[in-house]
């Protein structure tokens, strides 16, 4: 808290004392190399371990003492998160570099062996780089159609009309269904046999219509799905925005007789680029990761398989965990490349108005 | 990646609590002993709980508890495989599909059961009293070795599922007749001699238009004479597939012949070209969800029981559904054969066909006293009584003296297809590696489904891949 005064004097390092954090890092450290190095693994995982808790505590007790409560209040938060989050990707992390399979009960050191197979492996290789590419295909047209009808949706919500209150929780109904059930549906809605949009078209054309046998359909089917379910996502955030403009503005705008199409551009827009650009960070990263509804509607078949359920086959069902494990930060890496490019463009767009 | 990742980080300490926790079930009290499975959620499995719970005396007199965890079908693979790697070690007893034999007892999680059948003679007299075939695919790894894991629990073969009001209808017999120059089968025994030709005739013959007159009616919506698995998920195109290529001389990658035989040459040789092109030119006469590469067994099942196809091939482990008139429009009109075959060049019916079905197994930390008691559950479960009963309820048996008994093929209508196609059977690789075959094959003949590559080169690009992740695997040298 009023970190200045309390820290007068910090404790010598060789002093045994239990707020010696620094000794405690120290200890901790040697004893965990020790351990790893000469201890057999099941051993000396609970042995960092123990020391991972002895530094912590020393941490906690050294606060305590010098009255940093603010830093006691949030440890447990930071305990959970480095518990349930950081520790668990930090061991993927270094299991990237082994050769292991969890159905195996042998681990060897392979260095960058599994990022170099899963980049350019001749037998593995191909259908990484395939799945890579519809990810992406799947990335444009998915959030490109929810910013587009989000947008629209809100723009026409933003405005009072009779009935607006019902109609719009029927537009967040597809939002707050699971995704199976969103699923199942559109797995029905698309059927050849049983499916109304091939009723329809039949009857329209006599033609037997069959959405899902090309690439094009099947994407199409998948981008529509994810659409109806999120679109609703990114009206809600920018509905935010619009209601949050000072009504004076557009009066002002009035009396000054600035077109509808100027008034957007100078007066709504900034309010709401900052949730656009949001929602699109939000939806971006989520359509990265799209497996559900792939698995559900095609199971990557029609050539519509993604980085993710690519993933989940490899890491889940083949047992490749370090391979899945490599993947996995491969994907990592390009979604923070990503975001940061993003955030890059949307703060200088900003400092540039 | 966060599942797998919290699975690794937990699995000592999740492994270490479940010592500690059977290790306190069995050494506490001594006569009560509690036997924990895994097993798909299904009617076998069910069936078999209802009868362990009213009928079950253990001889010891112990009480035995069975303890039993029914998970979904499609999670199934999924939860059984994060429960073993994870090292919980909470099972006794897991239903296991016999393909995944070579991964989990190579990552010893499955225990080998010799020593059982050598200790006790009449434990090892219940497991030869089984159909070698089924014995074969279900406890042996590797594939027809002697070393044997598992006893079967719901053992299965596809059948042919048929329309007897539109195929006996006299009509459509007339016209068949008249066109093909060949009578159109109608009878069970008419089914069993049908070839893939034949099925292919009735596909084409059968194809109608919404309004069309079909068995003496306009059509109320478009109908298809047949139908099978042609699904990109799990196993639901390999199943078929493979019957193809046995029956046409061909074989896929023969584990038996390890490490000599060969993928390339044998998996894309000519005679299973050949076989998968007869497979692919019949999709054409099936409902237009084959065209999706998602017309899997359930989905051709659920298109039979809503009247929309003469003729299915599939497990019979789906069929209960199609007799119960409140899942199926087609219950009473209901006839069953032997999966239709190919002429051989002696002009015998050649049947080969992958076999279905499931055993259970015994995980390797199940300790003595929990073995004494599931191996006198396993001799229970395989008696013949408990085995006709299964049958009646709906089950399948694969013991000799069970299915030889005249009484067996009134059990059920599809019955009577069950015991000539057990000599018929053959199973795919048991291999550990059979999860990396499965998928990438799948892959390949879901792109031959829709249409975007052909046989020859679906093939080629299979043998290519298995024979170079058998080779890194020491199976091929």
């Given at each position: 808290?009023?970190?200045?005064?309390?820290?007068?004097?910090?404790?010598?390092?060789?002093?045994?004392?239990?707020?010696?954090?620094?000794?405690?890092?120290?200890?901790?450290?040697?004893?965990?190399?020790?351990?790893?190095?000469?201890?057999?693994?099941?051993?000396?995982?609970?042995?960092?371990?123990?020391?991972?808790?002895?530094?912590?505590?020393?941490?906690?007790?050294?606060?305590?003492?010098?009255?940093?409560?603010?830093?006691?209040?949030?440890?447990?938060?930071?305990?959970?998160?480095?518990?349930?989050?950081?520790?668990?990707?930090?061991?993927?992390?270094?299991?990237?570099?082994?050769?292991?399979?969890?159905?195996?009960?042998?681990?060897?050191?392979?260095?960058?062996?599994?990022?170099?197979?899963?980049?350019t492996s001749e037998l593995t290789a191909t259908a990484n780089w395939l799945a890579l590419i519809n990810t992406a295909i799947f990335v444009i047209f998915t959030v490109a159609a929810q910013m587009v009808v989000g947008f629209l949706l809100a723009m026409l919500f933003a405005k009072q009309f009779p009935l607006r209150k019902?109609?719009?929780?029927?537009?967040?109904?597809?939002?707050?269904?699971?995704?199976?059930?969103?699923?199942?549906?559109?797995?029905?809605?698309?059927?050849?046999?049983?499916?109304?949009?091939?009723?329809?078209?039949?009857?329209?054309?006599?033609?037997?219509?069959?959405?899902?046998?090309?690439?094009?359909?099947?994407v199409t089917g998948i981008v529509f799905a994810d659409a109806w379910m999120w679109s609703p996502f990114v009206m809600l955030l920018v509905l935010a925005g619009l209601v949050s403009v000072p009504k004076y503005l557009y009066e002002a705008a009035a009396i000054d007789r600035v077109s509808k199409w100027r008034q957007f551009w100078t007066i709504t827009f900034p309010y709401i680029r900052g949730l656009l650009m949001l929602a699109l960070l939000f939806r971006t990263i989520e359509a990265f990761k799209l497996a559900d509804l792939v698995i559900l509607l095609t199971k990557g078949g029609n050539d519509t398989m993604t980085i993710s359920y690519h993933l989940i086959r490899i890491a889940n069902e083949q047992n490749k965990t370090s391979e899945g494990a490599a993947i996995s930060y491969i994907m990592l890496f390009m979604v923070i490349v990503l975001t940061n490019l993003y955030l890059y463009l949307a703060n200088r767009r900003s400092q540039g108005a | 990646m966060t599942v797998m990742t919290k699975m690794k980080g937990f699995?000592?300490?999740?492994?270490?609590?479940?010592?500690?926790?059977?290790?306190?079930?069995?050494?506490?009290?001594?006569?009560?002993?509690?036997?924990?499975?895994?097993?798909?959620?299904?009617?076998?499995?069910?069936?078999?709980?209802k009868f362990f719970d009213e009928q079950y005396k253990p001889k010891s007199g112990n009480t035995v508890k069975l303890d039993v965890d029914f998970i979904p079908w499609p999670d199934f693979y999924t939860r059984v495989n994060a429960s073993l790697t994870s090292g919980e070690q909470k099972y006794n007893f897991i239903v296991s599909d016999s393909q995944w034999l070579g991964a989990f007892v190579e990552g010893g999680y499955y225990r080998k059961i010799n020593d059982l059948l050598d200790a006790d003679p009449e434990f090892k007299k219940t497991l030869m009293n089984i159909h070698p075939n089924p014995?074969?695919?279900?406890?042996?790894?590797?594939?027809?070795?002697?070393?044997?894991?598992?006893?079967?629990?719901?053992?299965?073969?596809?059948?042919?599922?048929?329309?007897?009001d539109i195929i006996c209808h006299e009509e459509e017999q007339k016209n068949?007749?008249?066109?093909?120059?060949?009578?159109?089968?109608?009878?069970?025994?008419e089914l069993d001699a049908m070839t893939w030709d034949d099925f292919k005739n009735v596909g084409e013959f059968f194809r109608r238009k919404k309004g069309e007159m079909l068995a003496g009616a306009p059509a109320e919506d478009d109908f298809y004479g047949i139908a099978f698995q042609a699904g990109k998920g799990y196993d639901f195109s390999s199943m078929q597939i493979n019957g193809f290529i046995w029956q046409m001389g061909g074989n896929i990658w023969d584990e038996t012949q390890a490490p000599t035989g060969q993928a390339e040459g044998v998996v894309n040789s000519p005679e299973a070209v050949a076989a998968l092109e007869k497979y692919l030119s019949m999709l054409e006469y099936m409902p237009p969800v084959a065209k999706t590469g998602t017309m899997d067994i359930f989905k051709s099942d659920e298109l039979f029981r809503e009247g929309k196809v003469a003729m299915n091939i599939d497990w019979i482990g789906l069929g209960e559904a199609s007799l119960d008139p409140k899942s199926s429009k087609v219950s009473d009109k209901l006839v069953f054969g032997q999966m239709p075959g190919t002429m051989g060049p002696d002009g015998k019916m050649v049947r080969w066909s992958n076999i279905g079905g499931q055993p259970f197994v015994l995980t390797t930390w199940t300790t003595d006293a929990q073995i004494k008691e599931a191996v006198e559950f396993v001799k229970w479960w395989l008696s013949d009584d408990i085995q006709h009963q299964f049958a009646a309820g709906g089950g399948q048996s694969a013991v000799k003296s069970v299915y030889e008994d005249p009484k067996y093929v009134t059990y059920r209508p599809w019955n009577r297809a069950w015991a000539p196609q057990l000599d018929w059977q053959k199973d795919v690789w048991h291999v550990p590696q059979f999860f990396e075959l499965l998928t990438q094959q799948q892959d390949q003949f879901d792109l031959a489904i829709t249409g975007k590559q052909d046989a020859k080169t679906t093939l080629d690009n299979i043998a290519k891949f298995q024979q170079e992740v058998l080779k890194s695997g020491g199976l091929i040298q």
């Open positions: 808290m009023n970190a200045s005064t309390a820290t007068a004097s910090p404790p010598p390092l060789t002093r045994i004392a239990p707020d010696n954090w620094k000794l405690a890092i120290l200890v901790g450290v040697l004893v965990s190399l020790v351990a790893v190095l000469a201890a057999p693994a099941a051993v000396s995982f609970w042995i960092v371990g123990a020391m991972a808790a002895l530094i912590a505590a020393a941490f906690a007790i050294n606060a305590y003492r010098r009255k940093y409560y603010g830093g006691l209040l949030v440890a447990p938060a930071i305990a959970v998160l480095f518990v349930m989050n950081i520790f668990p990707l930090l061991w993927s992390l270094g299991l990237s570099f082994f050769a292991y399979q969890s159905n195996q009960q042998s681990i060897r050191f392979v260095g960058m062996a599994n990022y170099v197979k899963v980049l019902y109609l719009l929780i029927l537009v967040l109904t597809p939002m707050m269904l699971s995704v199976v059930a969103s699923g199942v549906f559109f797995t029905y809605y698309y059927d050849p046999t049983f499916g109304i949009l091939s009723y329809v078209i039949n009857a329209l054309t006599g033609q037997q219509f069959v959405l899902m046998s090309t690439k094009l359909g099947a | 699995a000592a300490a999740a492994g270490l609590a479940a010592t500690l926790l059977t290790g306190a079930a069995s050494y506490a009290v001594a006569d009560e002993v509690t036997l924990t499975m895994a097993v798909p959620d299904w009617p076998p499995t069910r069936i078999m709980k014995l074969n695919a279900y406890s042996t790894y590797p594939y027809k070795s002697e070393n044997y894991y598992g006893f079967p629990q719901f053992p299965d073969v596809l059948v042919n599922f048929a329309r007897k068949f007749q008249a066109k093909y120059g060949k009578k159109l089968p109608c009878t069970g025994e």
